[in-house]
């Protein structure tokens, strides 16, 4: 069997130990006799594979009783709608601090239902950085403030959560959930789409601190879009196999060590490829050094020509999808959890060769 090296921002690289048991377990679960597709989400089992994945993400993140844990569907997209409808109202600030497409496309569903404040925005430089904290100027009372922590197209990431003295972040990790450990007592909301990270698509991860989830208004909110409806109990049918692959997800992460080995792990394949891009000029970083992604790496080179070259030769050694995002062009290469230090060595030792044929 052959797996390529597998660089896409998303849906991304599956743990090859994951993929390997669900296809065991794929048409006969648990003895049943059926897939756990064919399975009431009502069942002992099911009941079973959810409460595991929370308890996994609660020992993972460390989060105490007072947080909630949903896993709805819709994506982070749905949640870009989601969190305004339920927590600003009209007459109500939120503030948003602006570091690329995706914050963007949050913006634009806030302001559907109150007012937006951005702290700061990279968008004149093209999204090539983060703030730090003293570039930070919040509004008055802001109902929350959010952050993308990793920005998926320009390959930037916060190093830590902003300092918002007490105001409680809400933050799209859909690209870096479960890549390091984090405070989560900073946080109201923390959503992520599942793709990148912790399974396939079609599931996201919400968790939401219960003093916090008390100020939702619900008035007018329909019925699914509530937040309480899916704190209470599973509200409809989840999306069942999808929670059970990120349950499989959760622990193959537990065994190999948890959050702080895949910091230190994704430290180090970081670091390897940003010491090829900063070797010389040949390749260039796209985003300041500061502000770089342990996700997503993204670097030019000298001339598009050579660019489509890379890519279209990268691919004759099995590395695959380093494409940049349509939007930005150049390379990214994604490398969250599951893709393995071997790949970004393959990467790495690729374009060693490619700088010394093509400089
Ligand atoms: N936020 C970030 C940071 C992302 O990278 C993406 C997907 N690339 C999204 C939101 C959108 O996620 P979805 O497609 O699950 O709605």
């Not at 989400?41 to 409460?51: G, K, L, N, P, W």
């Not at 983060?130 to 930037?156: C, I, K, M, R, W």
């Not at 030019?300 to 590395?319: G, I, N, Q, T, V």
Request: proline share 4%; with cysteine.
């Amino acid at each position: 069997m052959k797996r390529v090296h597998n660089f896409s921002a998303g849906p991304a690289t599956l743990p090859l130990e994951v993929l390997k048991k669900a296809k065991s377990e794929l048409t006969n679960f648990q003895n049943m006799g059926r897939s756990v597709m064919e399975i009431s989400h009502r069942s002992a089992q099911y009941t079973e594979i959810d409460r595991q994945a929370k308890t996994h993400l609660r020992d993972l993140l460390n989060l105490g009783d007072d947080f909630e844990i949903m896993f709805l569907q819709g994506g982070a997209s749905s949640q870009f709608m989601m969190v305004p409808f339920n927590f600003l109202d009209e007459n109500e600030t939120a503030d948003y601090i602006d570091t690329g497409r995706w914050s963007n496309k949050a913006i634009k569903e806030a302001k559907v239902f109150g007012n937006v404040h951005r702290p700061y925005s990279s968008s004149e430089s093209g999204y090539d950085r983060v703030p730090t904290d003293d570039e930070l100027t919040f509004s008055d009372n802001p109902a929350y403030v959010h952050f993308t922590s990793n920005n998926t197209v320009a390959g930037t990431q916060f190093p830590k959560e902003p300092e918002t003295d007490g105001i409680p972040l809400v933050c799209d990790a859909s690209s870096d959930f479960l890549s390091k450990p984090i405070d989560v007592s900073r946080y109201g909301i923390i959503y992520a789409g599942a793709q990148k990270n912790i399974g396939p698509a079609g599931v996201t991860v919400v968790i939401i601190r219960k003093d916090f989830l008390r100020k939702a208004d619900t008035e007018g909110v329909p019925t699914i879009l509530q937040y309480q409806t899916h704190a209470e109990k599973i509200f409809n049918t989840p999306p069942t196999f999808n929670v059970y692959m990120v349950n499989l997800v959760l622990e193959w992460i537990q065994d190999k060590g948890g959050l702080e080995y895949f910091k230190s792990f994704n430290e180090k394949k970081a670091a390897l490829l940003y010491d090829e891009i900063d070797r010389d000029d040949f390749y260039r970083g796209a985003v300041e050094k500061d502000s770089r992604s342990l996700m997503n790496a993204t670097f030019r080179l000298p001339s598009e020509e050579l660019e489509a070259k890379f890519l279209s030769e990268a691919e004759e050694r099995d590395l695959y999808t380093l494409k940049g995002h349509r939007s930005v062009g150049g390379i990214r290469a994604s490398m969250y959890n599951a893709c393995p230090m071997e790949s970004v060595q393959t990467l790495v030792d690729f374009m060693k060769t490619f700088r010394k044929e093509n400089s």
